[in-house]
C-alpha cells in the first residue's frame, strides 16, 4: 500500500505563472488534506476536501487559490499568478475517516518557489 | 486563539545522551496530541498519539508525557542516535474533524558525535 503521493517534489514558477500541485492520498482513504509551511514556521492548515466536496476551506487564501479531489485522480491544489510570498512546502495528508482522533498521513510534500 | 508553543527551539546533543522536549498548548475543545517527526525535506511521520485520560506512551526510545491540567506535554528520547536528528513538532487536536489540527513550530534536534 504506497503512501501518500505528491508530485512534482520540487517546483519552480515565475511570478505571474500558475502552479498545479498534486496528491494522490492512501488507497482506500477519501479524506484529504493541505497544509503550507513556510520556511522556519509550523505547518499551517489550509483546506480539507472530501471526495468530490470542500468541507472546510478556512485556511484558504480569498484569492488565487483553489483545491478540488474529484471522483477520480488526484486532489489538485492550485495556485494562480504565483508571488514570491507563495513560495513553500505543500503538504498533503489523508485519512481514512474523519474525526479528531483519526491518524492523518503525510506525503513528502512539494516544495514550490517563485522565481 | 488555539496555540503550540514548543521548547527548545532547537537543540544539540551527544549520541548516545538523552534529551526532552517541551510542548504547551491552548486548544479547546481538547481531543488529542501527537509528536511527529520531520526529517529534513520529507513529511512528518507519526510517533505517539494521546488522549485526554493517557499521561504517558512510548514508541520505542520516545516516550511522551500529557498534563491535560497544565496543558503540558514532553518527548522524552533515550539513547539518542545520530538518525534521531529532525524536527520534532507537537500537534494538538480540537475535537471536530481531523482538520482542525494546530501545529508547534517544531524543535530541532541534532544528534553529534
Known amino acids: 500500500n504506497a503512501g501518500v503521493m505528491q508530485n512534482p517534489r520540487h517546483l519552480v514558477r515565475r511570478r505571474g505563472q500558475e502552479a498545479r500541485l498534486r496528491c494522490s492520498p492512501m488507497k482506500g482513504h477519501s479524506h484529504v488534506y493541505w497544509y503550507r509551511q513556510l520556511p522556519e514556521e509550523g505547518l499551517k492548515f489550509m483546506v480539507y476536501?472530501?471526495?468530490?466536496?470542500?468541507?472546510?476551506e478556512s485556511g484558504m487564501p480569498k484569492e488565487r487559490f483553489s483545491a478540488e479531489f474529484p471522483k477520480e485522480g488526484p486532489s489538485i491544489l492550485r495556485i494562480q499568478q504565483v508571488v514570491r510570498g507563495d513560495s513553500a512546502a505543500y503538504f498533503c495528508?489523508?485519512?481514512?475517516?474523519?474525526?479528531?482522533?483519526?491518524?492523518?498521513?503525510f506525503g513528502q510534500g512539494t516544495r514550490l518557489t517563485v522565481v | 486563539k488555539n496555540q503550540v508553543e514548543q521548547s527548545p527551539q532547537s537543540l544539540i546533543i551527544l549520541e548516545g545522551k538523552n534529551c526532552t522536549l517541551q510542548c504547551n498548548y491552548t486548544v479547546s475543545p481538547f481531543s488529542n496530541l501527537r509528536w511527529y517527526k520531520q526529517d529534513t525535506g520529507r513529511g512528518p511521520v507519526s510517533l505517539t498519539i494521546?488522549?485526554?485520560?493517557?499521561n504517558t506512551k512510548s514508541n520505542g526510545r520516545y516516550t511522551a508525557t500529557l498534563d491535560a491540567d497544565t496543558k503540558q506535554s514532553s518527548l522524552h528520547i533515550t539513547a539518542s542516535q545520530l538518525s534521531d536528528s529532525a524536527s520534532y513538532i507537537c500537534v494538538v487536536s480540537a475535537t471536530g474533524t481531523a482538520s482542525k489540527l494546530t501545529f508547534g513550530t517544531g524543535t530541532r534536534l541534532q544528534v553529534t558525535l
Open positions: 494521546m488522549t485526554f485520560s493517557e
Open positions: 476536501l472530501q471526495k468530490e466536496n470542500i468541507i472546510d
Open positions: 495528508a489523508s485519512s481514512f475517516l474523519t474525526g479528531g482522533d483519526t491518524e492523518a498521513f
